[in-house]
């Protein structure tokens, strides 16, 4: 086998949950993220399976995986700068973990976390 060749051996498939669950994870390491928003559906997935991707939408395009999620910011941070972040460190982790093209990661500002204003 020459150097840089690899033997097929069967193939893999990565789920698109384990994707999800990535992106959750490496949204939630950034600071001023509160926490990924969930719809009704996605809250009670979250709930039962305690999956930490209930928020987040994957999508296999021709162009490469579109990552979609609502995010909750702590009350004080500067938005623009912190959704970057997002957006950044989920295509850093998705792709360094997969392999997989990240085409656009979009990030929707759903809500602000103040201790004081709002129950979590």
Do not use: C
């Not at 193939?11 to 490496?26: C, L, P, Q, W």
């Amino acid at each position: 086998m020459a150097n840089g060749d690899k033997e097929n051996l069967g193939s893999v498939k990565i789920d698109n949950e384990v994707i999800g669950t990535i992106a959750a994870i490496a949204a939630k390491s950034v600071p001023g993220v509160h926490k990924i928003a969930t719809s009704f559906v996605g809250g009670i997935a979250l709930f039962f399976r305690k999956i930490p991707d209930a928020g987040v939408n994957v999508s296999l395009k021709e162009e490469g995986v579109v990552l979609s999620l609502g995010v909750i910011v702590d009350y004080g941070v500067n938005i623009p700068e912190v959704t970057w972040k997002i957006q950044k460190v989920i295509k850093e982790e998705v792709e360094k973990s997969t392999g997989f093209k990240i085409a656009r990661v979009n990030i929707v500002v759903e809500g602000i976390y103040h201790p004081q204003y709002t129950r979590d």
